[in-house]
């Protein structure tokens, strides 16, 4: 059985405001760190003049990877509430976003942890859940004496192909569920005499 994860199928948005302060909040499907700073890149310029943009993510790998940031907030007051609200949905592969905006109130400590809960909160029940498997993509070069059973091979794991070219010999970027690709790693090896490369 493949394991599974949940994430959000598409972007969403919430709004929080507390005492004159605004927070904005943003949930985005992400598959890796350099999606999230891509992410992160595009809001600071859309909000240049916010005075923090806190977030976390999880990302779903063995063990699960996570970061919470808070942005000169005081410590745990915004990336750790952002964090714990991602997981109460039991998502991975998610960033959340809070950019806020300061309404000339202090909010204190625990003010703060509850503006930043909420604002993180109304962005991810906006959010369509979707049940994901981890996937890993690599490339085969294989004889065109091989193709049939190369086929086989892709019906029998559930194998995407991403990319394929024919030339003196064939060659495929393939993606499939990464808790079968060490078993068919060994398969081309051991049958084929075929390397994975990554």
Do not use: W
Not at 116 to 136: C, D, M, R
Not at 165 to 186: G, H, M, N, R, Y
């Amino acid at each position: 059985m493949n394991s599974s994860y949940h994430t959000i199928a598409q972007p969403s948005e919430g709004f929080y405001k507390e005492k004159g302060s605004k927070f904005l909040s943003f949930a985005f499907p992400i598959d890796s760190e350099e999606d999230a700073k891509l992410r992160l890149d595009a809001l600071k310029q859309a909000y240049p003049d916010a005075g923090h943009h806190c977030y976390a993510y999880i990302i779903a790998q063995h063990p699960p990877y996570h970061r919470a940031y808070d942005d000169g907030e005081p410590n745990n007051a915004a990336g750790v509430p952002i964090l714990n609200q991602i997981r109460s949905y039991g998502l991975s592969n998610v960033l959340a976003v809070v950019v806020r905006y300061f309404g000339g109130t202090k909010l204190g400590i625990s003010g703060l942890v509850a503006a930043y809960k909420t604002a993180t909160q109304e962005a991810l029940a906006q959010s369509h859940i979707i049940e994901k498997v981890p996937h890993s993509s690599f490339f085969i070069e294989y004889p065109y004496a091989q193709t049939s059973r190369v086929k086989q091979l892709i019906q029998q794991f559930e194998i995407k192909i991403v990319q394929q070219d024919f030339t003196e010999c064939c060659q495929a970027e393939l993606s499939l569920p990464t808790d079968k690709l060490e078993e068919l790693k060994q398969l081309l090896k051991d049958e084929m005499g075929l390397k994975c490369k990554f």
